[in-house]
């Protein structure tokens, strides 16, 4: 398992666009499983159907692929860091993503040529499929 804090050596990214409160299963080159908790304290809920708060679908895929950078840059020998979406396609929302439920992340590498990664991802709630899609990341070396 993955905490948080060993997340935030694996990725760039911070509160609030950091998406992925854990990673329970990861197979490098293949698979990963993260975890992330919804709140009703998150910023986006304030602006996003004040009164009905739904996660936005953008950020449901965004936190896909933060699990798919995670898995990306724990199975490569070199240490990128930073992996840029290049496409999404074939997305889905099936049911909205509310306070208190918890997110499940499945990705899986699908194809990878050299810095290119092609990944399939589907979130769930209670094993309710919420989300799912097709994307392809860059591999990117972090300025230093």
Do not use: C
């Amino acid at each position: 398992m993955i905490d948080v804090n060993e997340i935030k050596t694996i990725i760039p990214h911070r509160y609030p666009f950091l998406l992925v409160d854990r990673i329970i299963s990861l197979e490098k080159s293949k698979s990963a499983v993260g975890i992330k908790n919804v709140s009703a304290n998150e910023g986006f809920f304030e602006g996003h159907f004040p009164g009905n708060p739904i996660m936005p679908g953008v950020l449901i895929i965004e936190a896909l692929a933060q699990t798919a950078g995670i898995l990306a840059n724990v199975s490569s020998e070199k240490k990128y860091k930073s992996v840029y979406f290049m496409s999404i396609e074939r997305a889905k929302f099936r049911k909205p993503v509310v306070p208190g439920d918890q997110l499940r992340l499945e990705v899986e590498l699908v194809k990878q040529r050299n810095t290119v990664l092609k990944f399939s991802g589907i979130a769930r709630v209670d094993d309710k499929v919420v989300a799912e899609a097709d994307f392809t990341a860059m591999m990117v070396d972090m300025e230093e």
